[in-house]
Structure formats: structure tokens, C-alpha cells
């Protein structure tokens, strides 16, 4: 037990960790474009049209990938949060602020396709339901802590106020899941759940766990490659980052 | 597992929605190729600051 | 107790007192927070009085009549207790269909016997599958109701309960 726990810390330490995720990018670069590529061919190729909105409902295929990687890195970056402000550990900051972006670009992504496809299908770009209202305040916490880390010049002050800011954000995560559930919404349920069998043919349902995967392998590699920018600038001036850089010119 | 589409026109056509999906497609490719451009680059950045901010240090101490 | 323990007290009884506060506004937003009210509400008069506001509920079948001039669509939008009857001028979303979900943004008029559109939006369901499947289902369906309305014909005379067949499904009560 004690041996695990030192192995963890050994891992949460900046200069331990930055070799670690430097091997680790290739392999989920690999996944995400595997998982990709498998996932568009069955989609965008293979799978039949739906009974309802013909072929325009292939929208699916990034708008529930998005939409799941939205909220997911929220709750990641909140626990990092979390750590941060319960352990004071250095990696909890870099990791929250290395999320925040990909997090934002996936709640926008998540927000552009629903209304390319709610025009056709509803009649309307957008609405002011619950669902989508929800997920428009996502991308704002999203924006609003990063830009509240960036206007705070010291990183150890700024990661506890973004940390603080991204743990009061939390409550929006439920509330954006359980949107279609709670109140009267132009939104659709979800067709995919934990508690009910999904309510897709196998095929389109395959296609989508695909690129969810792509989509969940692309964050990951993008963020573990941020998180190595990150470190880099923060631990300017010690002993392993100088070493790095030396590595970096051989090259 | 065949192919649904029965020419290159139909599969851009989208059935009539093409506009509305590939305008969906195609934000969603351009954001998964700028994203990592814009990592690469900052890192590069990066780099390049710290080892020149090294060098002007290491010309100080000689 | 050791400062970390402090903190993460602190940080506990925090995200505590933010989780009963986000619950009592969410409360308090409840009624706000609901995009669209049921030809039920209306009925009841809980719809609000020369306001503008939206009802939602199914298209009944062989409602939906297009007037004379060609751009006015009359329908009766249902939630199976009570029907309303929906005017609107303008395009209609690609699946806007009879027995399907639809939202109405509008006002009352006629003494509130009539509902007045100025937007039509449909609301669909989060099944996805392909026209043959969807077909099958609603074949399997209507074979499943034939056969039950067929038990009910002959256990009329017998012991069978007479319940109902149970209405289909509001696509209010659909996606939970």
C-alpha cells in the first residue's frame, strides 16, 4: 500500500510525468485515428438512412461524441481541480488548464452541429430549452476559466481561482444530462443511456461508439501534449527542464 | 456491411441535408487540424524562448 | 486536524452548501425552465393571458387541413386528454407529420378555443433506425394491437379484464 502510494506521487510530480505522457501521445494519436477512420466508414458509408430525417441525421455521428467529450472533460478537469486545491499538488493545475481548451472546442463543436441539424429537423438553429441553454453555459465556464487563469500572472493563485470556479461550474454537468428528463425540452431524450438499451439501429449505434472513442483518444493526446507545453514553462529554470531542452536541440 | 451510396453525387448530396452535414463535417475537421497545429506551434514557441532566455544566461555567467 | 484535512472540509461542506443552493433556484426556475406547456395546462387555464407562449404535444391524425390560400395549415395538436386547435401561416420543419411532436410558439385567440402560431417547430424522438426496421416495428405493432383488440372481442362475453389497451405513446413521455 505505501509502495503504490509513492508510486502515484512519483507520477504526480511534473518532471516524472512529462516523459511518461511523451509516450503515451503517439499510441492515442494512433487509437483516435483508427477509431476514426472505422467510425466514418461505418457511418458515413455503410450505415443505412434513418426513417425519420433520411440522411441528415449522420449529424449524430460528431454531435453525441462532442456533446459526451464536453461534459467529460469538464469532469475530469474538475477533479484535477479538485486535487489541486485538496493536495496542493503542482500536475492537478497544468493538467486542469491543458483540458480547458479541447473542453471548449468540444462544447462549441457540440453547439454548431446541433444547430446545423435543428434547423432541417426542428425548423429552428436554436431554441431556448433547457438542453441547449445548459450546454451554452458549459462553453462559458469553459471560456470563463481560461480566461480567469490567464488573468492571473501567478500560475499557483491562478489555478486555485480557475480551480474554484471550475468546481461551483459542476452542478451544470448534471443538470445538462438530466435536461430532457426534468423539464419539457424541444431536445430529444438520450438514445444512448446506462439505464435503458439503446434506441438505435446496431449498425449507426456502432458508428457512434466509434467516433466517441476517436473523439475521447483525440482529447487525450491533445491534452497530454499541452500539458508537456505547460510543464515545460512552469518548471522553467530547474534542473529536468533545462535537461530536456538540451535533448530537444540534439534532435 | 455494403456500400449505402449509389454515386459520389448522391454520397455529397446527402439526400438534400449535404449543406447541413457537411457544414457540421467540416468545422469539426478544420477544429481536430487547427488544434493540434496551434499545440505544435506554441510548443515550438516555446522551446525556442527557454533556450534562447538559457543562452543570454549562460553568456552572462562567462 | 491536520491543515489538509482542513481544506478538504472546507472544500466538501463548499461544493455541500453549492449543491442545496443550485437545487432551491433550479425549484424556484422549475415553472420558467419549461420550454412548452400541454393542451392539458391550457384547458386548465394555466396558459398565460394575452402573452405570447408555446404549447407542445403530438399532431392528431387527419388533422392537419391547409386552407384556401395555400400557406395557412390548420391541426390539432393532442396529448391525448385534451386537443387544441393550432392555426399557422408559414413553412412547416421537414418532419413535421401527423402523429408526431410538434411546438407551437403562439397566442390564444377566439376566447381560447384557438391557438395562433407564429413558429412551428417539430419535436422528434431518439429512435434511429433504418425505413425497413421502422416499418417492421410498426407492422409488429399493429399486429400486436389487432390481436389484442381480437382477445378483448371474444373474452368480452368470458372473464377478461377489460382494461384498456393503453394509448400510444405521447411523444411528451418519449426519450426518458
Do not use: C
Request: hydrophobic residues 50%; glycine residues 8%.
Amino acid at each position: 500500500m505505501n509502495n503504490r502510494l509513492i508510486n502515484w506521487f512519483k507520477y504526480a510530480s511534473p518532471q516524472s510525468f512529462y516523459p511518461l505522457a511523451g509516450k503515451m501521445i503517439p499510441w492515442f494519436v494512433a487509437l483516435a485515428t483508427v477509431f476514426g477512420l472505422a467510425g466514418l466508414w461505418l457511418g458515413m458509408v455503410v450505415a443505412p438512412t434513418d426513417f425519420q430525417q433520411g440522411e441528415g441525421y449522420r449529424i449524430i455521428f460528431i454531435h453525441v461524441p462532442a456533446s459526451w467529450m464536453s461534459m467529460f472533460i469538464y469532469l475530469v478537469m474538475a477533479f484535477w481541480a479538485a486535487l489541486g486545491l485538496a493536495y496542493n499538488t503542482r500536475l492537478s493545475g497544468m493538467m486542469a488548464q491543458a483540458l480547458a481548451p479541447t473542453g471548449a472546442l468540444m462544447a462549441f463543436l457540440s453547439l454548431w452541429t446541433g444547430a446545423l441539424w435543428g434547423k432541417p429537423m426542428w425548423g429552428t438553429w436554436w431554441v431556448w430549452d433547457a438542453r441547449l441553454t445548459s450546454e451554452l453555459i458549459l462553453l462559458f465556464l469553459y471560456i470563463g476559466f481560461i480566461a480567469l487563469q490567464a488573468s492571473i500572472d501567478d500560475p499557483r493563485r491562478a489555478d486555485k481561482a480557475g480551480a474554484v470556479l471550475a468546481l461551483v461550474g459542476v452542478v451544470n454537468i448534471p443538470i445538462i444530462y438530466f435536461s430532457v428528463k426534468w423539464w419539457n425540452t424541444l431536445h430529444q431524450g438520450s438514445s444512448v443511456s446506462l439505464t435503458k438499451s439503446p434506441s438505435m439501429a446496431i449498425l449507426m449505434l456502432w458508428a457512434m461508439l466509434l467516433m466517441a472513442l476517436s473523439f475521447w483518444m483525440y482529447s487525450i493526446a491533445v491534452a497530454l501534449y499541452r500539458a508537456r507545453t505547460i510543464m515545460l514553462e512552469r518548471e522553467r529554470g530547474t534542473e529536468w527542464v533545462r535537461e530536456v531542452l538540451q535533448q530537444e536541440g540534439a534532435k | 456491411m455494403s456500400i449505402h451510396w449509389n454515386s459520389f453525387g448522391e454520397f455529397l448530396a446527402m439526400g438534400g441535408y449535404g449543406l447541413y452535414v457537411w457544414g457540421s463535417f467540416g468545422i469539426t475537421a478544420a477544429i481536430m487540424f487547427m488544434e493540434p497545429i496551434i499545440a505544435v506551434r506554441n510548443r515550438k514557441n516555446l522551446v525556442a524562448r527557454l533556450k534562447r532566455q538559457a543562452r543570454a544566461e549562460r553568456n552572462k555567467e562567462q | 486536524m491536520k491543515p489538509r484535512q482542513k481544506r478538504i472540509a472546507l472544500i466538501v461542506a463548499g461544493l455541500v452548501v453549492l449543491g442545496i443552493a443550485a437545487t432551491l433556484v433550479l425549484n424556484a426556475l422549475n415553472s420558467n425552465i419549461a420550454l412548452y406547456i400541454s393542451p392539458t395546462d391550457v384547458a386548465a387555464g394555466k396558459a398565460p393571458q394575452g402573452k405570447a407562449f408555446r404549447i407542445g404535444g403530438m399532431v392528431k391524425e387527419g388533422s392537419v387541413k391547409r386552407e384556401a390560400d395555400g400557406v395557412t395549415v390548420n391541426f390539432i395538436v393532442t396529448d391525448t386528454e385534451k386537443d387544441l386547435l393550432v392555426a399557422y401561416k408559414g413553412i412547416l420543419p421537414d418532419l413535421f407529420k401527423e402523429g408526431k411532436g410538434v411546438v407551437a410558439q403562439g397566442k390564444l385567440a377566439d376566447g381560447g378555443t384557438r391557438f395562433v402560431a407564429s413558429e412551428v417547430l417539430a419535436k422528434h424522438d431518439e429512435n434511429y433506425m433504418p425505413p425497413e426496421a421502422a416499418k417492421a416495428v410498426g407492422d409488429a405493432h399493429q399486429r400486436a394491437a389487432d390481436n389484442k383488440a381480437k382477445a378483448e372481442a371474444t373474452g368480452a362475453a368470458g372473464t377478461a379484464p377489460a382494461t384498456p389497451a393503453t394509448a400510444e405513446k405521447s411523444p411528451l413521455k418519449t426519450g426518458y
